[in-house]
C-alpha cells in the first residue's frame, strides 16, 4: 500500500516526465477512496508568497514525527474549494498508519501542509475549523512593501495578463485609487475573500496583514496561532525551525546543517513618490496589526 509521501516521491522519479502527471491522477484518485481512513491536517503555514513556507515545510517534515502530506501545496481552500472535503483528506496520511506510528515509537505523530494563500482565504477558516478546531496555524509575514514588489516580479515571471502593457507604477497606481473607495473589511470577511482580493487588490491586499489575521483569531484562539517574521526566518532559520517544533509539541531537534535561503532581492525599483505612497499605507496598516498581535514586527 503506497501511503507515504517518500514512496510516492520514488514512482515519480522512476517514470518518464511524459507519465508522471497521468500517474499522478491516477494516484490522486486511489487517495480520494479510502479519504473516510484518513487523518485531518495537524497544522498549516500560511503567508507570503516567497516567505519561506516552502522552506520552512521542508525542513518540518525531516522530523521523524512529522509526516509530508502528498503534496506540500494542496490548495484546496483557494483554487480547489469547489472539490469535496473527501478531495483533500486524501492529500493526508491513513489514520491507521498514524496510530500505528505512534505506538511504535511511543510519541506524538502529526501531518499538516503548506498553502500561502490560506491567509487571505475566508473559507480556509471555517474549513479548518470543521475539520480540526485544534489545528496549529503558522503565518510567515514578509514586509508588505518587499512582498507587492517580490509578487509583481513572480507575476512578469509567469508573463501573467495583468503585467502586459502596463508599468507597476500604473498598476499599483490604480489600486492604491480603488483602496480608498472600498470596504476592505467587508472584502476579508467575505466567503470569496480570495477570489475579491485578486482581482481588485492583487498586490496591496494580500500586505494586509491586519485584517487577515484578525478573521483567524476570530475563530481560533492566540494559543494555536504563531506568527514568524520572514525576514527572521531568512537570518536565522535554525532557531525559526525549532521555535516552530516547540510550538508543534514534538521533540525538539536541530537538522544540524541548514541550507541557505536568502531573501530574494527587490530588484523592480519604484519611483520614489509612489514608493512613498505605499509605504504610508502600510506604515498605517501595520500599527493596526502590531495592536492586535501585541508585537512589532518591521
Do not use: C
Not at 109 to 114: K, P, R, S, V, W
Amino acid at each position: 500500500m503506497i501511503t507515504s509521501g517518500k514512496h510516492i516521491d520514488l514512482l515519480k522519479s522512476i517514470f518518464p516526465q511524459q507519465i508522471k502527471e497521468p500517474l499522478k491522477n491516477v494516484i490522486k484518485k486511489f487517495r480520494v477512496i479510502g479519504s473516510n481512513y484518513r487523518v485531518a491536517p495537524d497544522f498549516i503555514i500560511a503567508g507570503t508568497r516567497k516567505g519561506g513556507t516552502t522552506s520552512l515545510y521542508n525542513y518540518l517534515v525531516q522530523h521523524p514525527q512529522i509526516l509530508r502530506a502528498y503534496e506540500k501545496e494542496i490548495r484546496y481552500f483557494d483554487y480547489n474549494s469547489k472539490k469535496p472535503i473527501s478531495w483533500y483528506k486524501s492529500h493526508f496520511p491513513f489514520s491507521l498508519y498514524i496510530k500505528t506510528l505512534k505506538k511504535l515509537k511511543k510519541k506524538k505523530i502529526i501531518t499538516g501542509e503548506a498553502t500561502p494563500n490560506y491567509i487571505y482565504t475566508k473559507k480556509a477558516i471555517k474549513g479548518l475549523s470543521n475539520i480540526n478546531p485544534h489545528i496549529k496555524i503558522i503565518f510567515m509575514l514578509r514586509d508588505p512593501v518587499k512582498r507587492a514588489i517580490s509578487d509583481y516580479k513572480y507575476a512578469i515571471r509567469r508573463q501573467a495578463k495583468e503585467t502586459v502593457n502596463t508599468t507597476f507604477e500604473k498598476t499599483l497606481d490604480l489600486e492604491l485609487e480603488k483602496f480608498k473607495t472600498l470596504n476592505i473589511e467587508d472584502i476579508f470577511e467575505n466567503e470569496d475573500s480570495f477570489e475579491i482580493i485578486n482581482s481588485k487588490l492583487k498586490y496591496i491586499g494580500a500586505g494586509l496583514y491586519h485584517y487577515q489575521i484578525k478573521n483567524w483569531l476570530k475563530e481560533f484562539p492566540k494559543s494555536q496561532i504563531l506568527i514568524i517574521k520572514s525576514e527572521d526566518f531568512f537570518e536565522n532559520p535554525k532557531e525559526v525551525h525549532l521555535k516552530v517544533l516547540n510550538f508543534l509539541g514534538v521533540d525538539v531537534i536541530s537538522l544540524g546543517k541548514y541550507k541557505n535561503f536568502l531573501e530574494g532581492k527587490n530588484t523592480l525599483n519604484l519611483e520614489k513618490e509612489l514608493y512613498d505612497k505605499l509605504h504610508n499605507l502600510y506604515s498605517v496598516e501595520n500599527e493596526k496589526l502590531y495592536e492586535l498581535i501585541d508585537k512589532k514586527l518591521w
